[in-house]
């Protein structure tokens, strides 16, 4: 049985990382999500919240762990049973980045496999960062993410304009 990984901070999850979840999971017998704990950039919603998004958005598919994780993604891989981790590729710019990683993480585990992703067309101009400032200023965003993500944006960005939240 082959388990594969889909790490990210997830910081919202969207319809981008749901596509390559799910051709993923057409590849691999069990893939284990994982939802960093402590990404190197600022998050807006906690881990909690993130790993219930991810979880409601990836509720359709079978087979599918989401869990968080701390620490080295070679390290989380290994303690999943995971021999594959897969990455998605939006763009040429991911490209350079993505391959550095990968190869760092061959490094330092020689037996895990790295697998790059094209991001489908429809999806390939998507980042957490652009729907959130999207979200923020009352764009429309229900194909960009799945409908657990646009609720849960709509939320906080109503939460943070209503009056009662500009009181001190």
């Given at each position: 049985?082959?388990?594969?990984?889909?790490?990210?901070?997830?910081?919202?999850?969207?319809?981008?990382?749901?596509?390559?979840?799910?051709?993923?999971?057409?590849?691999?017998?069990?893939?284990?999500?994982?939802?960093?704990?402590?990404?190197?950039?600022?998050?807006?919603?906690?881990?909690d919240?993130?790993?219930?998004?991810?979880?409601?958005?990836?509720?359709?598919?079978?087979?599918?762990?989401?869990?968080?994780?701390?620490?080295?993604?070679?390290?989380?891989?290994?303690?999943?049973?995971?021999?594959?981790?897969?990455?998605?590729?939006?763009?040429?710019?991911?490209?350079?980045?993505?391959?550095?990683?990968?190869?760092?993480?061959?490094?330092?585990?020689?037996?895990?496999?790295?697998?790059?992703?094209?991001?489908?067309?429809?999806?390939?101009?998507?980042?957490?960062?652009?729907?959130?400032?999207?979200?923020?200023?009352?764009?429309?965003?229900?194909?960009?993410?799945?409908?657990?993500?646009?609720?849960?944006?709509?939320?906080?960005?109503a939460?943070?304009?209503?009056?009662?939240?500009?009181?001190?």
């Open positions: 049985m082959t388990v594969a990984v889909v790490p990210a901070s997830f910081d919202p999850i969207t319809c981008g990382h749901v596509d390559i979840v799910t051709r993923a999971s057409r590849l691999f017998d069990r893939i284990v999500v994982g939802v960093f704990a402590r990404p190197h950039k600022s998050v807006m919603f906690s881990l919240e993130r790993v219930d998004m991810v979880r409601e958005s990836l509720a359709h598919l079978h087979d599918i762990d989401v869990v968080s994780y701390d620490g080295l993604t070679v390290n989380f891989a290994a303690d999943v049973g995971a021999t594959v981790v897969v990455r998605g590729l939006r763009a040429v710019s991911d490209f350079e980045s993505e391959f550095q990683q990968a190869a760092l993480n061959r490094k330092m585990s020689p037996g895990l496999e790295v697998i790059s992703m094209f991001a489908s067309v429809e999806y390939g101009f998507l980042s957490s960062s652009l729907i959130k400032e999207i979200a923020e200023n009352g764009g429309d965003i229900a194909a960009m993410v799945p409908a657990p993500v646009a609720k849960k944006l709509s939320q906080r960005f939460a943070e304009t209503s009056p009662t939240a500009s009181r001190g």
